[in-house]
């Protein structure tokens, strides 16, 4: 079974160009899920997908970033304009609600590594 | 708020050598679910352990046990004739039932020496 992919692996923009970033999650996963560590801190929650409809966006920093999850399948993290501050790797997981008390396990990708200059 | 705090930066041992790595987390909550995962080199967070708040049971799989106690609110991970493929960053999660935001301790980078 294929695990979590994303792509690129790594990108390197300049201030101000657009960014976009992709997950393909583990094939008949309804949640999807969105973090972000940036250099020296924690792996921070950015947001959840339950199939295309986002359920706890609480976490992106702001509205430059905008993902989105069409068909319930593949999700993009788009940054526009990009800043020196978005610097980071960003990962995707996915799981399924298979225990089905809400504590289910998020795989994770390899993540994409995101510089700005 | 929750929180998750592995107090170790960093550890290094030699191989074969045993070695505990600590997770304490704070949350209000009753119910709630806690992970480790490994990070190796190569980038990829791979999955280790899950277990529920009402499990206290301490889990042994291979070289690799954990030890959760409630009393202390921590979640420890000692690995038993450390090699040197155990080398990476490894995460303590946190997330209540209800809410799937992993909320995850800062790491601590684990260096095996041959």
């Known amino acids: 079974e294929a695990g979590v992919t994303q792509f690129p692996s790594h990108s390197v923009i300049e201030k101000g160009q657009t960014v976009t970033l992709r997950c393909d999650p583990i094939s008949g996963h309804d949640n999807l899920y969105w973090y972000r560590r940036v250099m020296g801190k924690e792996i921070k929650f950015l947001l959840h997908?339950?199939?295309?409809?986002?359920?706890?966006e609480s976490g992106m920093p702001n509205n430059r970033f905008l993902a989105e999850r069409t068909g319930g399948t593949y999700s993009t993290l788009k940054v526009q304009p990009a800043e020196l501050e978005d610097s980071g790797v960003y990962f995707c997981?996915?799981?399924?609600?298979?225990?089905?008390?809400?504590?289910?396990?998020?795989?994770f990708g390899p993540g994409t590594r995101l510089t700005v200059l | 708020a929750q929180k998750v705090t592995q107090a170790q930066t960093e550890i290094s041992v030699v191989e074969k050598e045993d070695v505990t790595l600590d997770c304490v987390y704070e949350?209000?909550?009753?119910?709630?679910?806690l992970f480790w995962y490994k990070q190796p080199p190569s980038g990829e967070l791979v999955f280790l352990i899950r277990?529920?708040?009402?499990?206290?049971q301490n889990e042994i799989s291979g070289r690799y046990s954990w030890n959760f106690q409630k009393s202390t609110s921590s979640f420890n991970f000692t690995i038993t004739a450390s090699q040197v493929v155990d080398s990476a960053v490894y995460f303590c999660?946190?997330?209540?039932?209800?809410?799937?935001?992993?909320?995850f301790g800062s790491g601590t980078r684990l260096q095996v020496q041959p």
């Open positions: 999660a946190l997330y209540r039932r209800g809410r799937r935001a992993l909320t």
């Open positions: 949350t209000r909550d009753t119910t709630y679910y």
């Open positions: 997908f339950v199939k295309e409809s986002k359920q706890d």
């Open positions: 997981a996915s799981s399924q609600d298979s225990a089905g008390d809400g504590g289910d396990t998020q795989y």
């Open positions: 277990r529920n708040s009402f499990d206290e």
